[in-house]
């Protein structure tokens, strides 16, 4: 095999060709791109949703009023269906900044576009032939097209258009910016835009979820993969690359190929181009979602925690008017236990007294049960990266030893440190720095100064 | 319920501002700009019958306001005893009620970036206290009250001593700050300050020209392309993609 | 009805979500690393700025959060708990903290979670902490004046620099970009370890 040159277009498969085909999947979305994805669907259905009852005048209105009425009663009331439109709509550009400088060079940069949503002379026939079929006007076969068809491609031009004009006039009528007469262009640009979106959102959804022969295309926003045989009717250009990386792949390696097996359409070698192996790697399968999020024992990226982490703090400020802590539950654990082992003296230290209300035990405080919550939740997140492991933690050259003193050195330094400061990194660096208390970035800055000069000090330990 | 209205009594009024200080003082109305301002008409005809007024600029709370209709977002609304509100966690300070208010009440207010306009003191009222510039005015020549009470001053003034709202054939949207007085003293007011036709911002006149056809007419082809497709679909019955 | 809400919480509620609340604290910053001396002290060593990425994105995401939420009127800042300022005793407990950070390897947040996952080293450093405060306790009738100079009641940074929240939430962020920026020039082009401390001795790879 692999001694014909490689097809221009589609030939007729084997139904047994087909079927092998039919079982081998391609990645075809990045993780990222897929929580991407429905992430923005779920911001334009809130969007959306709260959007068109949130315009009520007759001038402008596009929903009925029974609609408008029904929304502001879920909210409660129209300033507060006001405030979570433009609280998701915030998200949303900053979630998609974070993207779009983060992932520039990954999916922005010009070539990738150029070839992911730029439209060449097979695309506008593609649309042509496209409409006449769906209306059962011809019969001819569609041009080949590049992992994105015309049709999505024309959607994403749109889309690429009109999302920098939905969140600049968003923010201008959010924060009532630069002028008035601004805000008032602001407000037709918005529906503009935002309706332009709509009308091929239509055609998006419809193709997507309702019509029955981009069916793949819709599961693979959920999988991340698409079978052979769809990449190649649907996608042909675009298997034609994964599979020349492929072969060029194989040939590299294995002398030759035959990994592709029986059932895929020969390709020439003469079509192989000089193809990194590490990129064809990149394009072969991958573990599912949960698994490679949850499961993989490799760290997540610090942005991604710190994300998570300022979310749970966000969330602890409105739930209980306080951020997280941990010195203070330490401390309430040793206050239980003065008091336990030696009731009088700690009743009567001017100190501990304060932790102590008469009547209540001082377990019993938000900082005690988050600390041990943390202990579960540290504990559930290194059971699922198989992190548990009796361990200790030390530099190379030192023995397990003299790293118990030091840890218990350290401890000690810590404690007092952090009660000197009335917070540790969490409960006053964290917590107060979110609240831009003056005596918490104080703190900070001395923590990271001891810590970068103690570390010359240490490096005989760590290092 | 209500319905609630204004007279200013022209043979009273002496042009003193004192009911633009109340108001300004008691609404924090940031300087240079007003909720209510008394302007002069400036003396006219010939000696010597000459005449010399007052006209009163502030929210007249139309039976038929001109300013909720173009409010993107229902900030403006009227409520059922007729007073024209704004919202503050609506308005988005975008100026189409601005230009909309034929008798120009309204204004952005430069610190909170919002229209801002006259609302009767609702609050005040609310309380069972006067407007600021009734309970102020130095020669009791502002009256508030319900019309719909038969032994209000307003009733009285309006029904029984004719009082006049200020209006045009051209604008006639029922203003419910009426002016009782000497003949030629309201005609030269009506005169000098005839309320404009409602305006619409130039980023409205092209979203209503241009835009909302553009807009309407995508969603609608669209619609109606993938009506046609689903019909087929349906008709011809589905070809699933085969795996 | 408007945040915060623990006024509203019977006391079951109010230690369940606490505990839930401190369930995602820990699993976030397991998941960032933070059971780990090695990684927490590769920080010091301009090995891998994790803890300056995660801290500072935390502190920016929340910030924005709160700041939003309290300009919309939905977060009563009044009663949103504003850690009062003690400069002098932040200051030198803040040293104090970072020189026990970097001889035991954690603080007292990242010790429980490494605590959960098995590490004994955390587990001393816990005992530590315990040993710490309760030496603070003891010592702390005999430090009062020091313990309570420099005290400038719930002190914001907009309030001491008289500025518009606004301004100092975005200095702040456009700080954390440029901390970033430096975090990953220090780790990558920099080479600010190796100009530092050399080639690592052997064996420091392993975790």
Redo the contacts between chains.
Sequence with gaps: MATQPLPIAPVPLTVEQ?EAM?QRQIKKHHVAIMLLHWFNAAVWLFELATGTA???????RVMPYWYINMMTTLFG???NM??FHIAVGILWVVVFLVYGIFGFRTYLARQILGKEIALDRDDFRWLSIR?LR???KSDEPLPPQDSYNAGQKLFALLVYAMIPIIMITGLI??F?LVS??V??????LH??AV??V???L??HV?MGA???????AFFSMITGMV?E??AY?HHFKWWKEVKMQEEAWTHQFQGGSGSTGVASPPLGESAIPSVAPEKAEAKRGSPGMFRRIFRSPEYWPPYVAGVGLGLTLLATFVLMGQGLGASGAFTRYLVAILAWVAPHYTFHSSYWSNYIQPGQSPLIAFLTFEIFGAMLGGFVSGWLAGRLRITVDKGPRISRRTRYALAIAGGILTGYGARLARGCTSGLGLSGGAVLAFGAWVFMLGVFAAGFGGAWLMRRYWL | MARYAMVTDLRKCVGCQACTVACNSEWAVPTGFARTHVHPTGVAGTFPHLVSSFYIAQCNHCDHPAC???????ATYQSADGIVHI?R??C?????C?EACPYDARY?NPVI??ADKCDFCWPRVQKGLEPACVLTCTAHAKFFGDLEDQNSDVFKMVYEQGARRLETSEVSIGPNVYYLGKKEDVDLVFASFPPHRPRL?R??E??RRY?RP???G??G???L??A???F??LR?G?????? | MSAPYFQTFSLTTYLAVSLLLGFFFGFFLERAGFSSAHKLTAQFYFKDFAVLKVMFTAIVVAMLGIAYLSLVGWLDMGQVFVPPTYLWPQLVGGLLLGAGFIVGGYCPGTSAVAVAIGKIDALLFALGILMGIFLFGVTAPRITSFNLSGYLGNLTIPTWLNLNIGIVVLAVVVLAMVAFWAAEKSEGPWKVFARLYGKPSKGDERR
Aim: proline share 5%.
């Design positions: 087909a039919s949130l315009i009520a005048s007759p001038y402008f009331s129209r300033a006001l405030h409409a769906i209306l059962k009528m959010a009532h008035t007469a805000v008032g262009w602001a407000v037709v529906f503009t309706g332009l709509v009308s091929g239509m055609i419809y309702v019509f029955p022969e981009e069916k793949p079978s045989l769809y009717r | 909720i209709e173009p409010c993107p977002t229902g919202d966690d609506l988005i300070g975008c100026g189409y601005v952005i970036k919002k911002l980023a409205g092209v979203w835009l553009l807009v309407l995508a969603i082809a669209t619609f392309g993938q046609i497709a689903f087929h679909q011809v589905e070809d699933e993609f085969e795996e």
